[in-house]
Protein backbone atom coordinates (compact mmCIF):
# COMPACT_ATOMS: atom_id res chain seq x y z
CA UNK A 1 0.00 0.00 0.00
CA UNK A 2 1.74 3.26 -1.16
CA UNK A 3 2.49 6.12 1.82
CA UNK A 4 0.03 8.68 2.11
CA UNK A 5 1.08 12.03 1.78
CA UNK A 6 1.00 14.11 4.63
CA UNK A 7 -1.77 17.11 4.25
CA UNK A 8 1.12 19.75 5.10
CA UNK A 9 3.17 18.79 1.99
CA UNK A 10 0.18 18.04 -0.22
CA UNK A 11 -0.74 22.41 0.45
CA UNK A 12 3.22 23.15 0.73
CA UNK A 13 3.29 21.22 -3.25
CA UNK A 14 0.52 23.34 -4.23
CA UNK A 15 2.85 26.20 -3.62
CA UNK A 16 5.58 24.88 -6.28
CA UNK A 17 4.81 25.74 -9.86
CA UNK A 18 8.10 25.90 -11.10
CA UNK A 19 11.18 23.09 -10.69
CA UNK A 20 10.95 20.22 -8.25
CA UNK A 21 11.38 20.32 -4.44
CA UNK A 22 12.36 17.12 -2.80
CA UNK A 23 11.80 17.26 1.14
CA UNK A 24 13.70 14.27 3.19
CA UNK A 25 12.59 13.94 6.58
CA UNK A 26 14.97 12.68 9.59
CA UNK A 27 12.70 9.65 10.11
CA UNK A 28 13.90 8.84 6.71
CA UNK A 29 10.41 9.42 4.87
CA UNK A 30 11.02 12.01 1.28
CA UNK A 31 7.97 13.41 -0.60
CA UNK A 32 8.50 15.56 -3.57
CA UNK A 33 6.62 18.35 -5.43
CA UNK A 34 6.63 18.94 -9.05
CA UNK A 35 5.78 21.93 -10.93
CA UNK A 36 4.40 22.62 -14.51
CA UNK A 37 6.96 24.71 -15.35
CA UNK A 38 10.70 23.94 -15.48
CA UNK A 39 13.13 25.61 -13.05
CA UNK A 40 15.75 24.49 -10.83
CA UNK A 41 15.56 20.45 -9.06
CA UNK A 42 15.99 21.57 -5.48
CA UNK A 43 16.61 18.73 -2.56
CA UNK A 44 16.39 19.81 1.08
CA UNK A 45 16.46 17.57 4.58
CA UNK A 46 14.14 18.98 7.50
CA UNK A 47 14.21 17.64 10.81
CA UNK A 48 10.38 17.43 11.05
CA UNK A 49 7.37 18.24 8.62
CA UNK A 50 6.44 20.79 11.29
CA UNK A 51 8.80 23.50 9.81
CA UNK A 52 7.03 22.93 6.44
CA UNK A 53 3.91 24.99 8.10
CA UNK A 54 5.77 27.89 9.24
CA UNK A 55 7.78 28.11 5.65
CA UNK A 56 3.83 28.30 4.05
CA UNK A 57 2.98 31.20 6.59
CA UNK A 58 6.33 33.10 6.90
CA UNK A 59 8.43 32.16 4.22
CA UNK A 60 11.02 35.46 4.11
CA UNK A 61 11.58 34.63 7.73
CA UNK A 62 11.24 31.07 8.90
CA UNK A 63 13.30 29.64 5.42
CA UNK A 64 16.62 31.71 5.79
CA UNK A 65 16.61 31.50 9.69
CA UNK A 66 16.09 27.43 9.01
CA UNK A 67 18.92 27.60 6.84
CA UNK A 68 21.04 29.85 9.07
CA UNK A 69 20.50 27.42 12.07
CA UNK A 70 21.54 24.41 10.15
CA UNK A 71 17.94 22.95 10.31
CA UNK A 72 17.51 23.45 6.72
CA UNK A 73 20.79 21.46 4.44
CA UNK A 74 20.63 21.22 1.02
CA UNK A 75 22.02 18.17 -0.06
CA UNK A 76 23.09 17.76 -4.11
CA UNK A 77 22.00 21.46 -4.46
CA UNK A 78 23.55 24.75 -4.09
CA UNK A 79 22.30 27.90 -2.03
CA UNK A 80 21.98 29.80 -5.61
CA UNK A 81 19.73 27.58 -6.95
CA UNK A 82 17.73 26.93 -4.03
CA UNK A 83 17.13 30.56 -3.80
CA UNK A 84 15.81 30.91 -7.47
CA UNK A 85 13.57 28.31 -6.96
CA UNK A 86 11.53 30.14 -4.46
CA UNK A 87 11.47 33.35 -6.28
CA UNK A 88 10.56 31.64 -9.18
CA UNK A 89 7.65 30.86 -7.42
CA UNK A 90 7.54 33.65 -5.20
CA UNK A 91 4.32 35.54 -7.23
CA UNK A 92 2.68 32.20 -7.24
CA UNK A 93 3.24 31.75 -3.59
CA UNK A 94 1.55 35.54 -3.29
CA UNK A 95 -1.36 34.69 -5.16
CA UNK A 96 -2.53 32.09 -2.27
CA UNK A 97 -5.62 33.64 -0.32
CA UNK A 98 -3.71 33.43 3.05
CA UNK A 99 -0.94 35.76 1.53
CA UNK A 100 -3.58 38.16 -0.12
CA UNK A 101 -4.93 38.76 3.57
CA UNK A 102 -1.77 39.48 5.06
CA UNK A 103 -0.44 41.44 2.20
CA UNK A 104 -3.90 43.76 2.40
CA UNK A 105 -3.21 43.93 6.37
CA UNK A 106 0.44 44.83 5.61
CA UNK A 107 -0.87 47.51 3.50
CA UNK A 108 -3.13 48.81 6.44
CA UNK A 109 -0.49 48.68 8.73
CA UNK A 110 2.01 51.08 6.99
CA UNK A 111 -0.30 53.77 7.49
CA UNK A 112 0.43 54.02 11.27
CA UNK A 113 4.22 52.88 10.47
CA UNK A 114 6.17 56.21 12.39
CA UNK A 115 9.18 57.47 11.02
CA UNK A 116 12.59 56.48 12.15
CA UNK A 117 13.95 59.18 14.46
CA UNK A 118 17.35 60.01 14.62
CA UNK A 119 18.61 57.68 17.53
CA UNK A 120 17.26 54.83 15.79
CA UNK A 121 18.48 55.54 12.91
CA UNK A 122 22.22 55.50 14.01
CA UNK A 123 21.52 52.22 15.87
CA UNK A 124 20.10 50.66 12.50
CA UNK A 125 23.30 52.07 10.37
CA UNK A 126 25.24 50.47 13.20
CA UNK A 127 23.67 47.31 12.92
CA UNK A 128 25.11 46.72 9.66
CA UNK A 129 28.01 48.92 9.17
CA UNK A 130 29.83 48.74 12.36
CA UNK A 131 30.91 45.25 11.82
CA UNK A 132 34.75 44.18 11.30
CA UNK A 133 37.19 45.49 9.03
CA UNK A 134 38.28 42.13 8.58
CA UNK A 135 34.60 41.30 6.86
CA UNK A 136 34.23 43.97 4.26
CA UNK A 137 38.05 43.78 3.48
CA UNK A 138 37.41 40.10 2.69
CA UNK A 139 34.83 40.75 -0.18
CA UNK A 140 34.77 44.68 -1.19
CA UNK A 141 36.97 46.24 -3.54
CA UNK A 142 40.26 47.65 -2.87
CA UNK A 143 38.63 51.36 -2.96
CA UNK A 144 35.48 49.59 -0.50
CA UNK A 145 32.59 50.69 -2.63
CA UNK A 146 29.53 49.15 -0.81
CA UNK A 147 27.22 50.03 -3.46
CA UNK A 148 25.96 48.83 -7.31
CA UNK A 149 29.13 48.56 -9.46
CA UNK A 150 29.13 49.41 -13.30
CA UNK A 151 30.28 46.42 -15.60
CA UNK A 152 31.51 46.56 -19.04
CA UNK A 153 32.44 43.01 -20.27
CA UNK A 154 35.90 41.86 -18.62
CA UNK A 155 35.72 44.02 -16.07
CA UNK A 156 36.25 42.55 -12.63
CA UNK A 157 35.16 43.70 -9.36
CA UNK A 158 37.95 46.71 -9.15
CA UNK A 159 37.19 47.94 -12.65
CA UNK A 160 33.21 48.13 -12.17
CA UNK A 161 33.73 49.63 -8.97
CA UNK A 162 35.58 52.67 -10.69
CA UNK A 163 33.45 52.57 -13.73
CA UNK A 164 30.94 53.24 -11.54
CA UNK A 165 32.64 55.63 -9.15
CA UNK A 166 33.52 57.62 -12.88
CA UNK A 167 30.17 57.40 -14.40
CA UNK A 168 28.70 59.40 -10.80
CA UNK A 169 31.50 62.19 -10.51
CA UNK A 170 30.44 62.36 -14.78
CA UNK A 171 27.06 63.11 -13.92
CA UNK A 172 27.47 65.26 -11.19
CA UNK A 173 29.67 67.40 -13.53
CA UNK A 174 32.30 68.40 -11.34
CA UNK A 175 34.31 71.10 -11.93
CA UNK A 176 37.47 72.56 -10.03
CA UNK A 177 36.43 74.99 -7.06
CA UNK A 178 33.16 73.17 -6.17
CA UNK A 179 32.47 71.98 -2.61
CA UNK A 180 30.91 68.58 -2.62
CA UNK A 181 28.77 66.69 0.07
CA UNK A 182 28.75 63.09 0.39
CA UNK A 183 25.56 62.45 2.53
CA UNK A 184 26.29 58.56 3.73
CA UNK A 185 30.01 58.45 2.70
CA UNK A 186 30.64 54.77 3.99
CA UNK A 187 34.32 54.65 4.53
CA UNK A 188 35.42 57.54 2.90
CA UNK A 189 36.53 56.25 -0.70
CA UNK A 190 34.29 57.66 -3.05
CA UNK A 191 35.59 61.01 -1.59
CA UNK A 192 39.23 60.79 -2.23
CA UNK A 193 38.43 59.22 -5.59
CA UNK A 194 35.83 62.50 -6.20
CA UNK A 195 39.17 64.71 -5.47
CA UNK A 196 41.15 62.80 -7.93
CA UNK A 197 38.84 63.35 -10.73
CA UNK A 198 38.95 67.01 -10.53
CA UNK A 199 41.95 69.62 -9.05
CA UNK A 200 41.09 71.63 -6.62
CA UNK A 201 37.91 70.87 -5.41
CA UNK A 202 37.16 69.65 -1.30
CA UNK A 203 34.50 67.04 -0.38
CA UNK A 204 33.01 66.93 3.12
CA UNK A 205 31.32 63.43 4.12
CA UNK A 206 29.09 62.74 6.57
CA UNK A 207 28.19 59.53 8.09
CA UNK A 208 26.05 57.88 11.34
CA UNK A 209 29.16 54.92 11.61
CA UNK A 210 31.54 55.51 13.71
CA UNK A 211 33.42 52.47 12.76
CA UNK A 212 33.49 53.88 8.69
CA UNK A 213 34.39 57.58 10.09
CA UNK A 214 37.49 56.20 12.02
CA UNK A 215 38.55 54.31 8.94
CA UNK A 216 38.23 57.33 7.42
CA UNK A 217 39.98 59.58 9.42
CA UNK A 218 42.48 56.83 9.80
CA UNK A 219 42.62 55.87 5.87
CA UNK A 220 41.38 58.10 3.95
CA UNK A 221 42.38 61.60 4.91
CA UNK A 222 46.06 60.44 4.97
CA UNK A 223 45.49 60.59 1.14
CA UNK A 224 43.77 63.43 0.25
CA UNK A 225 44.51 65.61 2.99
CA UNK A 226 42.52 69.16 3.55
CA UNK A 227 40.52 68.19 0.19
CA UNK A 228 38.09 65.94 2.31
CA UNK A 229 37.01 66.11 5.70
CA UNK A 230 34.40 63.74 7.84
CA UNK A 231 32.07 64.05 10.45
CA UNK A 232 29.71 61.92 12.13
CA UNK A 233 26.12 63.98 11.64
CA UNK A 234 23.23 63.23 10.35
CA UNK A 235 22.44 64.35 7.87
CA UNK A 236 18.60 66.41 9.12
CA UNK A 237 21.75 68.18 11.62
CA UNK A 238 23.78 69.40 8.77
CA UNK A 239 24.19 72.86 7.70
CA UNK A 240 26.28 74.46 5.13
CA UNK A 241 26.04 75.42 0.60
CA UNK A 242 27.52 72.72 -1.37
CA UNK A 243 27.91 72.99 -4.83
CA UNK A 244 27.28 69.29 -5.69
CA UNK A 245 25.82 66.57 -3.52
CA UNK A 246 26.18 63.01 -3.58
CA UNK A 247 24.72 59.95 -2.06
CA UNK A 248 24.70 56.83 -2.22
CA UNK A 249 23.33 53.70 -1.01
CA UNK A 250 21.97 55.91 1.54
CA UNK A 251 18.51 56.84 1.03
CA UNK A 252 17.56 53.12 1.81
CA UNK A 253 18.19 53.65 5.29
CA UNK A 254 16.02 56.54 5.85
CA UNK A 255 12.81 54.87 6.02
CA UNK A 256 9.55 55.77 3.72
CA UNK A 257 8.05 58.43 5.94
CA UNK A 258 11.38 60.44 5.71
CA UNK A 259 11.46 60.47 1.88
CA UNK A 260 10.26 64.32 1.73
CA UNK A 261 12.53 65.66 4.36
CA UNK A 262 15.72 64.13 2.90
CA UNK A 263 14.97 65.69 -0.62
CA UNK A 264 14.32 69.12 1.50
CA UNK A 265 17.63 68.50 3.30
CA UNK A 266 19.13 68.20 -0.03
CA UNK A 267 17.55 71.00 -1.52
CA UNK A 268 18.13 73.07 1.45
CA UNK A 269 22.14 72.63 1.32
CA UNK A 270 22.24 72.97 -2.57
CA UNK A 271 23.80 75.96 -3.51
CA UNK A 272 22.13 78.28 -6.34
CA UNK A 273 22.81 76.34 -9.91
CA UNK A 274 23.67 73.01 -7.71
CA UNK A 275 23.00 69.46 -8.79
CA UNK A 276 23.26 66.11 -7.16
CA UNK A 277 23.15 62.67 -8.09
CA UNK A 278 21.44 60.10 -5.73
CA UNK A 279 22.50 56.32 -6.02
CA UNK A 280 19.65 54.10 -4.06
CA UNK A 281 18.14 50.60 -4.16
CA UNK A 282 14.28 50.44 -5.23
CA UNK A 283 11.84 48.25 -6.47
CA UNK A 284 9.24 48.51 -9.30
CA UNK A 285 6.34 48.32 -7.03
CA UNK A 286 5.44 49.03 -4.27
CA UNK A 287 5.22 45.92 -1.69
CA UNK A 288 4.03 46.38 1.96
CA UNK A 289 5.46 43.17 3.46
CA UNK A 290 9.02 44.14 2.98
CA UNK A 291 11.17 41.09 3.33
CA UNK A 292 11.02 39.82 6.88
CA UNK A 293 15.13 38.43 6.54
CA UNK A 294 16.48 41.03 5.30
CA UNK A 295 14.77 43.49 7.78
CA UNK A 296 15.38 41.47 10.80
CA UNK A 297 19.09 40.75 10.39
CA UNK A 298 20.26 42.81 7.97
CA UNK A 299 19.26 46.28 7.57
CA UNK A 300 16.94 47.39 10.13
CA UNK A 301 14.90 50.11 9.27
CA UNK A 302 15.38 49.64 5.40
CA UNK A 303 12.62 50.35 3.17
CA UNK A 304 13.19 50.57 -0.65
CA UNK A 305 11.22 53.03 -3.00
CA UNK A 306 9.43 52.71 -5.85
CA UNK A 307 10.24 55.16 -8.61
CA UNK A 308 7.01 57.06 -8.17
CA UNK A 309 7.95 57.11 -4.30
CA UNK A 310 11.05 58.97 -5.24
CA UNK A 311 9.39 61.18 -7.78
CA UNK A 312 6.84 62.55 -5.40
CA UNK A 313 9.07 63.54 -2.58
CA UNK A 314 10.99 65.29 -4.96
CA UNK A 315 7.83 67.32 -5.78
CA UNK A 316 7.54 68.62 -3.13
CA UNK A 317 10.76 70.42 -3.05
CA UNK A 318 12.45 73.10 -5.05
CA UNK A 319 14.66 70.64 -7.29
CA UNK A 320 13.97 69.53 -10.94
CA UNK A 321 14.69 66.06 -12.19
CA UNK A 322 17.81 66.11 -14.96
CA UNK A 323 17.93 62.59 -15.95
CA UNK A 324 17.05 59.51 -14.29
CA UNK A 325 18.70 55.88 -15.00
CA UNK A 326 18.07 52.37 -14.03
CA UNK A 327 19.96 49.74 -13.35
CA UNK A 328 18.97 46.03 -12.71
CA UNK A 329 21.92 43.26 -13.87
CA UNK A 330 24.89 45.45 -12.79
CA UNK A 331 24.05 44.79 -8.91
CA UNK A 332 23.16 40.99 -9.78
CA UNK A 333 26.62 40.70 -11.22
CA UNK A 334 28.17 42.79 -7.73
CA UNK A 335 26.56 40.50 -5.07
CA UNK A 336 27.67 37.56 -6.62
CA UNK A 337 31.25 38.92 -7.09
CA UNK A 338 30.73 39.99 -3.14
CA UNK A 339 29.76 36.40 -2.72
CA UNK A 340 33.14 34.29 -4.27
CA UNK A 341 35.41 36.66 -2.14
CA UNK A 342 33.19 35.99 0.67
CA UNK A 343 33.32 31.84 0.02
CA UNK A 344 36.69 32.25 -0.82
CA UNK A 345 37.37 33.54 3.53
CA UNK A 346 35.11 30.47 4.55
CA UNK A 347 37.08 29.58 7.61
CA UNK A 348 38.37 33.13 8.28
CA UNK A 349 34.65 34.35 8.72
CA UNK A 350 33.69 31.15 10.78
CA UNK A 351 36.68 31.65 13.16
CA UNK A 352 35.94 35.77 13.36
CA UNK A 353 32.49 35.49 13.79
CA UNK A 354 30.54 31.44 13.84
CA UNK A 355 28.89 29.71 11.44
CA UNK A 356 25.41 30.90 11.55
CA UNK A 357 26.66 34.22 10.80
CA UNK A 358 28.41 32.60 7.71
CA UNK A 359 25.21 31.10 6.67
CA UNK A 360 23.40 34.23 7.20
CA UNK A 361 25.76 36.23 5.17
CA UNK A 362 25.69 34.03 2.24
CA UNK A 363 21.42 33.94 2.50
CA UNK A 364 21.99 37.81 1.89
CA UNK A 365 24.23 38.47 -0.69
CA UNK A 366 23.05 35.25 -2.72
CA UNK A 367 19.57 36.36 -2.31
CA UNK A 368 20.03 39.65 -3.00
CA UNK A 369 21.47 39.05 -6.35
CA UNK A 370 18.61 37.11 -7.67
CA UNK A 371 16.64 39.86 -6.15
CA UNK A 372 18.02 41.77 -8.90
CA UNK A 373 17.63 39.57 -11.36
CA UNK A 374 14.17 37.39 -10.53
CA UNK A 375 12.05 39.89 -8.53
CA UNK A 376 11.92 43.27 -8.13
CA UNK A 377 14.97 44.94 -7.74
CA UNK A 378 16.42 47.96 -9.58
CA UNK A 379 19.15 50.84 -9.01
CA UNK A 380 17.88 54.16 -9.77
CA UNK A 381 20.35 56.50 -10.30
CA UNK A 382 18.90 60.20 -9.90
CA UNK A 383 20.46 63.60 -11.26
CA UNK A 384 18.45 66.88 -9.93
CA UNK A 385 19.67 70.45 -10.27
CA UNK A 386 18.18 73.93 -8.17
CA UNK A 387 18.01 75.85 -11.33
CA UNK A 388 15.29 75.87 -13.45
CA UNK A 389 17.11 76.75 -16.59
CA UNK A 390 19.81 73.97 -16.48
CA UNK A 391 19.86 71.87 -19.07
CA UNK A 392 20.84 67.74 -18.75
CA UNK A 393 23.73 67.02 -19.65
CA UNK A 394 24.21 64.87 -22.85
CA UNK A 395 24.42 61.20 -23.01
CA UNK A 396 27.85 61.20 -25.10
CA UNK A 397 29.20 64.38 -22.68
CA UNK A 398 28.22 62.11 -19.68
CA UNK A 399 30.58 59.22 -21.49
CA UNK A 400 33.35 61.26 -22.52
CA UNK A 401 34.00 62.35 -18.98
CA UNK A 402 33.39 58.91 -17.70
CA UNK A 403 35.80 57.85 -19.62
CA UNK A 404 38.07 60.72 -18.55
CA UNK A 405 38.04 60.35 -14.86
CA UNK A 406 38.25 56.16 -15.04
CA UNK A 407 41.49 57.26 -16.77
CA UNK A 408 42.37 59.48 -13.90
CA UNK A 409 41.55 56.90 -11.39
CA UNK A 410 43.06 53.81 -12.77
CA UNK A 411 46.14 56.08 -12.90
CA UNK A 412 45.82 56.94 -9.49
CA UNK A 413 44.80 53.52 -8.31
CA UNK A 414 46.77 52.90 -4.87
CA UNK A 415 47.92 49.71 -3.90
CA UNK A 416 47.09 50.03 -0.49
CA UNK A 417 44.68 47.82 -0.58
CA UNK A 418 45.95 45.15 -2.22
CA UNK A 419 48.46 44.86 0.56
CA UNK A 420 46.32 45.07 3.34
CA UNK A 421 44.24 42.15 1.92
CA UNK A 422 47.51 40.51 1.44
CA UNK A 423 48.28 40.92 4.78
CA UNK A 424 45.37 39.47 6.89
Known amino acids: ?18 GSFEVRFANGTTYKAIGAQQGPAVIVSLPSAWLLWRFIWRADLAIPEAYMDGRLQLLDTSLEAFLRLLLMNKRHYQTRAFMRARIKLAS ?3 LFKSAIWQ ?3 KANVAHHYDLTDALYDCFLDHRRQYSCAYFREGDDLDAAQLRKIARLAAKLDIKSGQHILDIGC ?6 RALTECEPDIKVTGITLSEQQLAYAKQHVLPRTGAKASF ?3 DYRDHQGCYDRIISVGMLEHVGQKQFKRYFQTID ?16 QHKDPLGNGFIGKYIF ?6 TLAELTDAISHTNLHILDIEALHLHYRDTLLAWDRNFTAAKEEMIQLYDEKFYR ?13 ELDEGVVYQITCTTSHGQTPSKRNDIHQNEIRYLAKLWHKQIDSGKKRRSQT
Open 186 to 191: GWGELA
Open 360 to 372: MWRFYLVGCALFF
Open 119 to 121: KQA
Open 231 to 233: DLC
Open 300 to 305: PGGYLP
Open 268 to 283: ALLAEDGRAVIHTIGK
Open 108 to 110: FLC
Open 1 to 18: MARRQPFIFTLFAKLIQY
